[in-house]
């Protein structure tokens, strides 16, 4: 099974996001388009635990208005909320509000610390916005 960013915003539980594992990357993005300025006021994350809780550290939950620059730039953004880790076994969804609510037009999930264990895995991420 192919695990593609698209599988972190698909609204299923039973698909995930994985990240590369060849280790090209040692700190890895997911970067979601809101596809326009939008009122962010909460982010939930259901990070993959599987039987690998320790890959669950250093992630940082950011907003920002503009693509990074390059790559793993995420100077001009925000940081509205982390999972410093490792998490415990078992599902659990992060939720982090956004106080007062911010306007962006993109979230992105970094893991901002090269470790040994790498790799990131989202089985799904909600971003909420007023209307």
Not at 36 to 53: C, E, F, H, I, W
Request: charged letters at 20%; hydrophobic letters at 40%.
């Amino acid at each position: 099974m192919t695990h593609t960013k698209e599988f972190a915003v698909d609204g299923r539980n039973d698909t995930k996001y994985h990240s590369d594992a060849t280790g090209a990357y040692k700190t890895p993005w997911l970067l979601v388009n809101l596809e326009g300025a939008m009122l962010v006021q909460k982010v939930r994350l259901l990070p993959n635990v599987g039987v690998m809780p320790q890959r669950i550290n250093n992630y940082q939950i950011l907003l920002g208005n503009d693509e990074p620059p390059t790559a793993m730039d995420f100077s001009q953004y925000e940081l509205v909320g982390a999972i410093p880790g490792p998490v415990p076994l078992g599902e659990k969804w992060y939720e982090f509000d956004v106080s007062p609510p911010r306007c962006s037009r993109y979230v992105a999930v970094y893991k901002h610390v090269a470790t040994s264990d790498y790799i990131m895995e989202i089985t799904e991420m909600e971003v909420f916005v007023w209307n």
